[in-house]
């Protein structure tokens, strides 16, 4: 979630604002329930794009907060197909709403309800319509010759997993590996249509994910982490290591792999150095410009900063990563079963406490270590030279961090998604109950 | 170990012999004191490919017997370059020799004397000289105009893990991947120079590896599993599960991805397929002719059976794998430090006692599940089904089942390679301890 936020905002969370302060290092998201969203103070992608005649366009999950003024229309987008919220339910419409999908600034059905989810069978066109909007959206700002941004932001593979009918079942991963088919299948037809319209050299596409697999879903929802320890929610590599591809014939040769350590931050930087404009100077910017590595695979040595709400838990300097706080999941709720590093622990460090290791981080080195197993020995000279350097790093970053107003903070069942603009003409307005507002409690 | 005569047999160790019934369901090889080898009574790859006139070289690593009868040139190799034995040492000379390097039947060498490894540095010329030899056989067999056959069996990247001067140093992953990068490079050469002769299009190349990642080695000393549970030494996935690819320009369309299940014990029927020669008809031929899935990516539906000595530990029918016993290695090995299992535990799976699932077996599914992380429930439909079927291939597979003779049963320190021929002229020669046999114990 933050990484919707921090994508467009080139922020850090805890720059932007999107996080909380509630509970130490336990990881916010955004719930119906939330109160808050992406502050207005923030400036998004498509807002600095619209400079250049940009028409910006976000299909699927938005997240950034689903009241009125957090939603996408509000933010810089010119239209959007999609919904606010994760397609979790089905609701009763009593306790909980379903939760609604927009076209633009009005909602035209609920997840559950106008577009189906079967649950048993897994059955859904979601991917499809999303799909659809997709190639219609390109079309037409080919045909008026307009720049475009698309953020494609399908809710699959995220659980509950579905795909629609010709997908299900044809995958040899279950029904994870048929949603991760059709993604596929999807952002082929979206190439292919970009070529079909001559407009393949002129655009530049961009795939990755947002987190490591969802490994707590267990393997009938969720993929694979390969190597890695642990999954989302983490901040081991599990939940944070995403490949990547870049694609745009002509600029990009095919097939160059790139060792370039990036973040989500640096497509808002790169996007806009791409379409010749700078980011802007009132402001702290994370995000890189890669440009330099899309054209002439440079490497850029650069740091990352691994945040869990305010808490700075590790830190990434060259193959190098430290850190400053373990934990994967409280002890209460993995004894319910809950488990965001199944089948995988790494004494004193999937730890289920969170524990402290300021004065003396543990280190991996994660070219001969990706799995984050063994701690480099504090008694060696590498221990020491490279904990020098990082904490040069962690010193000259903390010294210029100046934390955003947490907005995700404060919950209340009244904000919920009862009477979403436009279910008045769908006859699908629900009541909402009385505000009652709390400091929302994070579970992990 | 049994992985090379399984190869080179084209037949499970349980039938070819290369097993022991000491210790159940321990895992032999054969170390200097090791009195058995490779059967008389196998028929070895090259001994059929003699047949067709081709000429047969081993460069490398043998380890399928190091005394007089069990060496190559006895089994149907013309030639040879290598080491009987693993590179490990250096050794006092007094207790135990060092492992000596032949060429053809006489030694030139041993191992951390003529043949240097800098354990420190990690320095070793040894992958470049097998290169070399590499380079000069084929150079010669082309000039010839005569069939031949390769078996190229680098020691690299086993630990003690070395590079040559120009690789150390030079990969993010450490020295392993230097060593990895030099076996890469030295693949390269052999591929760049059948080009060069113009007998590319002639030439079948297969590469693969014989278990997977030593992860009880260490980070420094073992590459990875990626998502596959433990490694080498086990019957898990990580020991068992390796990729492999086969390059034949003109006849394997290049890029071609094939699904296909196979051992290597198919190379030996698919390379007599190729090189029109029948498999031996006397005896039962595990390996199967992958010939349709080079040419067309055909995929043929065949069940693997992992073994530990005598002991069937586990099947895989299609996507589903049984586990009729479990365990990584000993507790009291375990206890010591050694962990086949770095930072994985998979409750009841992992296990450090020999447990028995013979009446309800452990079944996973790897397409789901890769990680052999979560059984599947003994109470579904799907466990039922699976179980039918894979207990009608399982009784087939024992009924046809005649074991082999040991031949990994006994040890004894005077046959160590004291003596080889080929050490009188070097003056190498060792004094070898009287002769004092036993049941050689298998530590895990």
């Avoid at 990036?262 to 010749?276: I, Q, R």
């Avoid at 910017?285 to 990352?304: K, Q």
Wanted: net charge neutral; aromatic share 12%; hydrophobic share 35%.
């Amino acid at each position: 979630i933050a990484k919707g936020a921090s994508l467009l905002t080139g922020r850090l969370p805890v720059r932007n604002g999107f996080y909380t302060t509630n509970a130490h290092a336990r990881n916010a998201y955004t719930p119906q329930e939330i109160v808050g969203g992406i502050s207005k103070d923030e400036i998004l992608l498509p807002q600095v794009l619209k400079k250049k005649g940009y028409v910006n366009k976000i299909i699927g999950k938005w997240h950034l907060g689903h009241r009125a003024h957090h939603l996408p229309l509000e933010h810089g987008f010119d239209e959007w197909f999609g919904a606010p919220n994760c397609h979790f339910g089905p609701y009763n419409s009593s306790d909980r709403p379903n939760v609604p999908v927009y076209n633009n600034s009005q909602m035209v059905g609920r997840y559950y309800e106008e577009f189906g989810i079967d649950k048993k069978t897994g059955e859904s066109n979601l991917t499809q319509i999303y799909l659809e909007e997709g190639l219609d959206f390109i079309f037409h700002q080919n045909m008026a010759q307009r720049p475009f941004f698309l953020y494609w932001a399908a809710d699959a593979t995220h659980a509950p997993v579905y795909a629609s009918k010709r997908f299900l079942g044809k995958s040899q991963r279950g029904r994870y590996g048929d949603a991760v088919m059709e993604l596929d299948y999807s952002v082929g037809q979206m190439l292919a249509w970009l070529r079909a319209l001559g407009i393949d050299k002129d655009t530049f596409v961009f795939f990755t994910s947002d987190n490591g697999a969802a490994v707590m879903s267990g393997p009938k929802q969720s993929g694979s982490n390969g190597p890695f320890l642990c999954g989302k929610e983490t901040t081991f590599e599990g939940g944070m290591r995403e490949p990547a591809i870049a694609w745009w014939p002509g600029h990009i040769p095919a097939g160059t792999v790139s060792q370039q350590l990036g973040t989500v931050m640096d497509l808002f930087s790169t996007s806009l150095s791409l379409a010749g404009l700078s980011v802007p100077d009132d402001r702290l910017i994370d995000g890189l410009d890669l440009s330099p590595v899309l054209h002439n695979n440079t490497l850029i040595n650069r740091p990352i900063f691994y945040y869990r709400g305010n808490e700075m838990m590790a830190v990434r300097v060259g193959p190098y990563k430290a850190h400053y706080w373990t934990w994967s999941n409280s002890w209460e709720e993995f004894n319910q079963g809950i488990n965001f590093c199944p089948g995988q622990e790494v004494a004193g460090v999937t730890t289920h406490t969170q524990q402290e290791h300021t004065m003396q981080p543990l280190i991996f080195h994660l070219g001969r270590d990706p799995g984050e197993k063994y701690p480099i020995s504090a008694g060696t000279k590498e221990y020491q030279d490279v904990l020098s350097r990082i904490t040069a790093v962690v010193e000259k970053h903390k010294k210029g961090l100046v934390p955003g107003v947490p907005q995700l903070n404060m919950c209340d069942m009244a904000v919920m998604n009862w009477a979403p603009p436009g279910c008045e003409k769908l006859g699908k307005c629900l009541k909402a109950p009385k505000s009652q507002p709390w400091k929302c409690d994070w579970p992990h």
